[in-house]
């Protein structure tokens, strides 16, 4: 059964940091794309980076590239996203996902979502 278990969320203040972790179970790691997600209130889910658990090759969206980094660590089966200069409207639940490709960007074709952690940016 594939699994996908984010952790790391939670308040923290504007310019603070914060770093997500997903480990991931039940599908052999190096053969997929994993992938970070974001929801805000009343918005639509949107990708913000992705990795290829073989070689390391990631996509970061332009609004937070320069702020968030993507990484893996194989030998944990875990994917991790370091959130720096955090601001009011990073605000949204995070999800990690995983896609049965070696790497893609679309979040559509993310065919594994975990259950999401709550990121709460404020003063």
């Known amino acids: 059964e594939v699994q996908l278990q984010a952790s790391g969320g939670g308040l923290v203040q504007p310019g603070g940091s914060l770093r997500l972790s997903c480990e991931a179970s039940g599908f052999n790691f190096v053969d997929y794309a994993l992938g970070w997600f974001r929801q805000a209130p009343g918005e639509r889910r949107e990708g913000l980076s992705t990795i290829s658990g073989r070689d390391g090759y990631s996509y970061v969206r332009d609004s937070v590239r320069g702020r968030f980094t993507i990484s893996s660590d194989s030998a944990k089966n875990t994917v991790y996203l370091q959130m720096d200069s955090l601001k009011l409207e990073d605000t949204a639940i995070y999800y990690c996902?995983?896609?049965?490709?070696?790497?893609?960007?679309?979040?559509?074709?993310?065919?594994?979502w975990g259950q999401g952690t709550q990121v709460t940016v404020s003063s």
């Open positions: 996902a995983a896609a049965r490709r070696i790497f893609t960007e679309l979040q559509g074709e993310y065919d594994y």
